[in-house]
C-alpha cells in the first residue's frame, strides 16, 4: 500500500495568509485528491489533484482559494489562500494507486488553525 | 451529496460481533459499496467494497442485500481498537467519476 507523508503536519496561521501543504507519496499512483475535515465533521472533497492540468475542483471549492499542483505522479499540493478562522480544518491527501478501485489511502493529514 | 443513511452512534461489547447498517435506497446497478473507517486523529482506512455479493476479508464482512437497498459491515470479535468512525459509501467506478464522497458515518464505541 502507498505511504503518503503530509507536511506541515500542524500549523498556526494568522488571518489573511496562505499555507502550502504538501503530499508526497512513495510510489507513482493515478489519481490524488485533496480532503477537508472540519472539527468534529466528515470528510469533505475539495479536489481531485490531476498530473500536469487543471484540478477538478468540487462545488463550493475554487482554485483561487485553493490552487492545487500535481507536477508528477508522487507530489501534489495543496493552498489555502488568504486565510480565515473558517479555515481552521484537517486537510487531508488521499491517493488511490490503481483507477477503478475505489480503495484510496490516505496521510495522517495536516491540522491548520487560523487566528 | 451522500447517497447513504448510517446510524449516528453505537455501542458494542469487547468479543462481541459489531453489526453496522448502512441504507442506499437509491443506489445505481453499478455502483458499489465501499467502507472506510477513521479512527481518532488519523486518516481514514479501507475496510472492504462490494457490488452485490457478500464479501469477507481479514478485517470485516459485508453484507448486501438482495435488492441491494442496504448492507450491514460485520466485526466479528469487536477490540477497543476498533473504536472509530465507520462510513458507508455508494460510488461509480470509472474513469471520470473516480472519487469517494463522505457521509457522516457512524461512531462506534466498543466497552470492556
Known amino acids: 500500500s502507498a505511504v503518503i507523508s503530509q507536511k506541515p503536519s500542524r500549523d498556526i496561521c494568522q488571518r489573511g495568509t496562505s499555507l502550502t501543504i504538501q503530499c508526497q507519496v512513495d510510489?507513482?499512483?493515478?489519481?490524488m485528491f485533496w480532503y477537508r475535515q472540519q472539527p468534529g465533521q466528515s470528510l469533505t472533497l475539495i479536489a481531485t489533484?490531476?498530473?500536469?492540468?487543471?484540478?477538478?475542483?468540487e462545488s463550493g471549492f475554487v482554485i483561487d482559494k485553493f490552487p492545487i499542483s500535481r507536477p508528477n505522479l508522487t507530489f501534489s499540493t495543496l493552498t489555502v489562500s488568504n486565510m480565515s478562522p473558517e479555515d481552521s480544518s484537517i486537510y487531508l491527501c488521499?491517493?488511490?494507486?490503481?483507477?477503478?478501485?475505489?480503495?484510496?489511502?490516505f496521510g495522517e493529514g495536516s491540522r491548520l488553525t487560523v487566528l | 451529496d451522500a447517497k447513504t443513511t448510517q446510524p449516528p452512534s453505537m455501542d458494542c461489547a469487547e468479543g462481541r460481533a459489531a453489526n453496522l447498517p448502512c441504507n442506499h435506497s437509491?443506489?445505481?446497478?453499478?455502483?458499489?459499496v465501499y467502507w472506510y473507517r477513521q479512527i481518532h486523529s488519523q486518516g481514514p482506512q479501507y475496510i472492504i467494497h462490494?457490488?452485490?455479493n457478500n464479501e469477507t476479508n481479514e478485517m470485516a464482512s459485508l453484507i448486501i442485500t438482495e435488492d441491494r437497498k442496504s448492507s450491514t459491515l460485520i466485526l466479528p470479535h469487536a477490540t477497543l481498537r476498533d473504536t472509530a468512525v465507520y462510513y458507508c459509501?455508494?460510488?461509480?467506478?470509472?474513469?471520470?467519476?473516480?472519487?469517494?464522497?463522505f457521509g457522516t458515518g457512524t461512531r462506534l464505541q466498543v466497552f470492556p
Open positions: 437509491t443506489i445505481s446497478g453499478n455502483e458499489y
Open positions: 488521499s491517493v488511490q494507486e490503481h483507477q477503478n478501485t475505489g480503495e484510496l489511502f
Open positions: 462490494g457490488l452485490k
Open positions: 510510489s507513482q499512483v493515478t489519481m
Open positions: 459509501i455508494v460510488t461509480y467506478l470509472s474513469v471520470n467519476t473516480d472519487k469517494l464522497i
Open positions: 489533484a490531476n498530473q500536469g492540468s487543471e484540478a477538478t475542483y
